[in-house]
Structure formats: structure tokens, C-alpha cells
């Protein structure tokens, strides 16, 4: 089954930077979407950027624009979420996902990972 681990969360100031990974088995992806996105308790998983989704060949959600980077080594079947000047409220936990051709909003994905927590201190 595919699998997705995502790893490089963790505790950083306000204004700091974190380096997001997400390492993705059983699902070649040239070509199909892969996204970001975050959930915290009690809110709506928020799609954060992805490549290849229906939307856009890459695509970032306006709060995150100009502060993070997806980009993707398709031969190693990974992608990576660079987070440049980092706030408060992008505190949250962060989840790499797979889906078909077209997909966009959370529904539209088929396989997740566990997530890994980002904290951003003020």
C-alpha cells in the first residue's frame, strides 16, 4: 500500500525556518498530486500546497505564499515543504498526502501520512 512518512517538524521561533519531508513508497507521483496539509484539534484540514494537484501544476494557499517552497526529487519519490519565516500560527500538524490525477481538496486524496507537529514560538 502506498505509505507516506513524514519527518523534520519540530520547535522553532517566530521568523525561523523549518524543513518539512515527506518519504513516499508504493506510489509513483511525476505526474500525480501530492500536497500538504495541516490540521490542528477541532479545525478543517487546511490544504496548504501541492504539486501536480487539478488546480495547478504547483499551488500554495495565500496565508503561506512567498514564505514556503514545495518542491519534489520524483526519483526518489520524495517532496519537500521549505517554511521560511515561520508564525505563530503556523503552528500545527503537518500531513503529506497522495492522490489521483485531479485531486484538490482533502476528500479528493486516497493515503496519508501519521503527520509530524510544527511548533513556531512567539
Known amino acids: 500500500e502506498v505509505q507516506l512518512v513524514e519527518s523534520g517538524g519540530g520547535l522553532v521561533q517566530s521568523g525561523g525556518s523549518l524543513r518539512l519531508h515527506c518519504a513516499v513508497s508504493?506510489?509513483?507521483?511525476?505526474?500525480?498530486?501530492i500536497a500538504w496539509f495541516r490540521q490542528a484539534p477541532g479545525k478543517e484540514r487546511e490544504r496548504v500546497s501541492c504539486i501536480n494537484c487539478g488546480d495547478g501544476k504547483i499551488w500554495y494557499a495565500d496565508s503561506v505564499k512567498g514564505r514556503f517552497t514545495i518542491s519534489s526529487d520524483n526519483a526518489k519519490n520524495s517532496v519537500i515543504l521549505q517554511m521560511n519565516r515561520l508564525k505563530p500560527e503556523d503552528t500545527v500538524v503537518y500531513y503529506c498526502t497522495a492522490g489521483p490525477t485531479g485531486a484538490t481538496t482533502a476528500g479528493d486524496f486516497h493515503s496519508w501520512g501519521q503527520g509530524t507537529q510544527v511548533t513556531v514560538s512567539s
Open positions: 508504493g506510489f509513483t507521483f511525476a505526474t500525480k498530486p
